[in-house]
């Protein structure tokens, strides 16, 4: 059974932050406070998108102090499967959407004596509140932002004016680029690292992190992922003894829940390991598109997480 | 329900006692004729009218005692209460959750009101009436997870979540069965778990930790443990054991109806907000043979359990020395026949 703990929230304001980034501002409509949160928190955003449930997941980037709104960020990712393209064309403000309560994969850890923040684009959200309650706490930071332009990124003036010393930026159409190797190289021993961006930016980042003999506990990641796209494909549901298409610009996961059976998720993002599911059977190769199953459970094709992974071929039985 | 408190004691005389209306809502533990130790998690949702589960924080009519007895141990011994200087939001976001469940589930007894950070909190059955500054230690007489406890049934442990385990970094404990805060506090998830007997070679530990760590804000989990304990005595501490060990050997056939109790835990598990750690309510609930003798379904279980129950795991749950006495004790009312699923009295 499902516990149903989302609420209906109204968009009280929309803001273009950067050339394709929309600021949302999220009210309850039954007037309540939202629930309290710990930076690095997100929520899942339901919309029904053409006749089609979405379900997208966003940071939190508004301040954890204040109890009346959320307020997240949402690049627009043309030619996506949908979500943001919907958010920024169709959501006006006044209108209607279905959140859940906030989920966090991606706390700072409250004993760690310094911290590395790393962000790429819209990657920033999470670190806005992080830094806002680090500082009153007197935590120590420090924020590595690359933008790809100065009107593409957002928030990088307001960042840097309220942590001067603290907030690096690098602007990629001006030539600039971070060195991780050397940044990294030269953090004290016991540094905590977040790392927010697209998945090559994470994978190159960790890559070198592990090269350096960082101890995996201090390792933090959150990734913007959004379920690829792919060749529509057909799966048996075990247990509940469904049969269903997969639309090309639709997850597997969102595919189950549009048949109404009930799957577990967090982060619909390939991350988190929640949405682990068994294949029974399959004639085809799995797509594995998630950074949670190691090597070998790839190569045994008898798991898949239905967020992001897909299949090509025929005969895909899973558990649920 | 109309809460009628009961004046009783956990100690020297043992006045305990369970109302009729007690017994019925016990939370009994076993849903089959036989046992086996799983973690058997669920969801903490509310449950039936009249059942230890109707609300998420359960008050009963031992209430007031209860709080009584907690003030005792506390007394003699300040260190079952603990918070790690890191867990001051934890405390705040507990105090929160507290006031906030009891005062929804129990109008007449809890008034929470609040404006931004101003707080006005009433507990009519203790005779408090306090307003505070949420976040502001110095409004409250205590800091505020012992003021909150102070006021709730049940132990406490209030777990960080990092370097991918918890840990026990606060909590109020004065009526556990075995175990000391003083002792587990700052310890990892797998540390304060080593001593369960068969637990570890069934990785029953590992999906533990995975399943706690994502619990989610919102939405608890909940799972029942449970023991024996000669006599009533809320605080079967190791630092205690002296005042109840040798208890094990008062029982006999004669006494053991009164004086042998089950002991059944109701866990619950919470994601807490403002600081992502976990708060872990464990309610304790008693009950003595010749109550769950009633239950004519319970008292036929019972003797089924107690039979199947594996050497070890009775050694561990330190009644090996009279589990006999309580399978004969319950044998007469084993009628042979099958009972019907689930825990509920019928
Ligand atoms: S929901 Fe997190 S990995 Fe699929």
Not at chain 1, 80 to 94: K, L, Y
Not at chain 2, 52 to 68: G, K, W
Request: proline share 6%; net charge negative; glycine share 6%.
């Amino acid at each position: 059974m499902t516990v149903h703990t989302e609420m209906s929230v109204t968009v009280t304001d929309i803001e273009l932050v950067a050339d394709a980034i929309k600021q949302f501002t999220l009210e309850r409509v039954d007037g309540q406070p939202m629930p309290a949160f710990a930076p690095g928190a997100h929520i899942v955003v339901s919309m029904m998108d053409a006749g089609r449930l979405r379900r997208n997941p966003y940071s939190l980037m508004s301040s954890p102090r204040d109890p009346w709104n959320f307020r997240i960020s949402v690049l627009r990712v043309e030619r996506s499967r949908g979500g943001s393209v919907f958010m920024h064309d169709v959501i006006a403000v006044g209108d209607t959407l279905t959140i859940s309560q906030p989920v966090n994969l991606f706390p700072v850890d409250i004993l760690a004596r310094r911290n590395l923040f790393i962000a790429g684009g819209v990657g920033i959200t999470p670190f806005i509140p992080m830094m806002e309650v680090l500082n009153e706490k007197g935590g120590v930071f420090e924020l590595y932002y690359s933008i790809r332009s100065r009107s593409h990124g957002a928030f990088w003036s307001e960042m840097s004016a309220l942590y001067p010393n603290r907030v690096k930026i690098a602007v990629g159409a001006e030539g600039y680029r971070f060195d991780y190797h050397e940044l990294l190289i030269n953090q004290p021993l016991g540094t905590h690292l977040y790392v927010c961006g697209p998945k090559l930016m994470l994978e190159h980042i960790f890559n070198i992190a592990r090269d350096l003999g960082w101890a995996q506990e201090n390792l933090h990641f959150e990734l913007f992922l959004a379920p690829p796209s792919g060749s529509p494909f057909t799966a048996k549901l075990a247990s509940s003894g469904k049969e269903i298409v997969v639309a090309e610009h639709q997850s597997l996961l969102e595919s189950v829940e549009e048949a109404g059976v009930d799957a577990p998720f967090l982060c619909r993002a390939g991350a988190c390991g929640q949405c682990e599911t068994r294949v029974l059977a399959s004639d085809g190769e799995i797509i594995h598109n998630d950074i949670f199953l190691t090597d070998e459970e790839r190569k045994s094709g008898t798991k898949i997480m239905p967020c992001v992974s897909r299949f090509v071929g025929v005969g895909l039985t899973i558990e649920l | 329900m109309d809460l009628k408190f009961t004046t009783e004691t956990y100690r020297d005389d043992f006045s305990f006692r369970n109302s009729p209306e007690a017994i019925r809502r016990y939370p009994f533990p076993f849903h089959a004729d036989s046992y086996m130790y799983a973690i058997n998690m669920e969801d903490h949702v509310a449950g039936k009218p009249g059942t230890a589960y109707e609300h998420p924080i359960d008050v009963d009519e031992h209430y007031i005692s209860e709080m009584a007895d907690r003030a005792l141990v506390l007394k003699e011994d300040p260190l079952r209460c603990q918070a790690l200087s890191h867990m001051m939001t934890a405390q705040w976001d507990t105090l929160e959750l507290l006031m906030i469940h009891q005062s929804i589930a129990y109008p007449d007894l809890f008034t929470l009101e609040r404006d931004k950070d101003k707080c006005h909190w009433i507990n009519r059955p203790l005779g408090i009436d306090d307003k505070f500054i949420f976040g502001d230690r110095s409004t409250l007489p205590y800091e505020p997870m012992e003021y909150i406890m102070r006021q709730s049934q049940g132990d406490f442990c209030i777990v960080d979540q990092r370097d991918n385990s918890l840990w026990m970094d606060a909590g109020m404990v004065t009526c556990q069965a075995d175990w000391s805060l003083d002792f587990d506090i700052g310890m990892s998830f797998m540390e304060w778990h080593a001593p369960v007997p068969m637990a570890h070679e069934l990785g029953i530990f590992d999906r533990a930790l995975k399943f706690l760590m994502n619990v989610q804000q919102g939405r608890p989990a909940r799972r029942l443990n449970w023991t024996m304990t000669v006599n009533p005595r809320l605080d079967t501490s190791p630092e205690n054991y002296h005042k109840w060990g040798s208890e094990k050997t008062t029982v006999t056939k004669e006494n053991i109806g009164a004086k042998l109790h089950l002991r059944c835990e109701l866990q619950s598990f919470w994601r807490l907000p403002r600081s992502n750690a976990l708060l872990f309510p464990i309610r304790q609930y008693l009950i003595s043979l010749n109550d769950i003798a009633t239950i004519p379904k319970w008292a036929c279980r019972m003797h089924r359990v107690l039979k199947t129950i594996p050497d070890p795991l009775a050694e561990y749950k330190g009644f090996s020395r009279n589990r006999q006495l309580a399978i004969d004790f319950f044998a007469p009312f084993d009628n042979g026949q099958e009972t019907t699923k689930g825990a509920d009295p019928e």
